[in-house]
């Protein structure tokens, strides 16, 4: 069947090459905003987890015994707050919301610290704007899970 439109004399080879042209954009166009969605989700990430790494790099007592010291300090929930500040991250009721230019780039809300032995975990959903406004859909919101261990070097 699809060889006879191809071979086809009335004109309907040119319609097939502009629906076969038509589905090869669209795909493009999907995998654009995949590739968009997931970098800008990955940029989230490292943020946060560089923010996690300086506030336990911060709270270990002694730079001196720091290989001795294998657990995360009780302290850092509150380091992790004033170092979310540090880098441009302000609170917003419940949420964290980091701009630029005045735009929210991303926005941290049901931020969850857990600390356990040498391994601090952050459990937070994170939201920002979608490439592209289609369907209603303005913001796309993914959970968003990290974590930073002490590392001990015998």
Not at 46 to 63: K, T
Not at 66 to 83: K, S
Not at 84 to 109: F, H, I, M, N, Q
Request: net charge neutral; charged share 20%.
């Amino acid at each position: 069947m699809t060889l006879a439109l191809i071979r086809d004399k009335r004109g309907s080879a040119y319609v097939m090459t502009a629906f076969l042209i038509l589905l090869v954009c669209s795909l493009a166009l999907v995998v654009y905003s995949v590739a968009i969605t997931y970098n800008k989700y990955l940029q989230a990430q490292n943020d946060l987890e560089r923010v996690l790494s300086v506030s336990v790099d911060e709270q270990l007592r002694n730079d001196h015994i720091r290989d001795l010291l294998v657990d995360v300090p009780n302290t850092v929930p509150q380091a992790v707050e004033n170092n979310l500040k540090a880098y441009g991250w302000s609170p917003d009721g419940t949420d964290w919301v980091k701009t630029s230019d005045g735009t929210e780039r991303y926005r941290l809300s049901d931020l969850q610290i857990t600390l356990s032995g040498n391994d601090l975990m952050v459990r937070a959903k994170v939201s920002f704007p979608s490439p592209w406004f289609f369907g209603g859909i303005r913001n796309i919101t993914i959970p968003l899970k990290t974590q930073v261990q002490v590392l001990y070097i015998e």
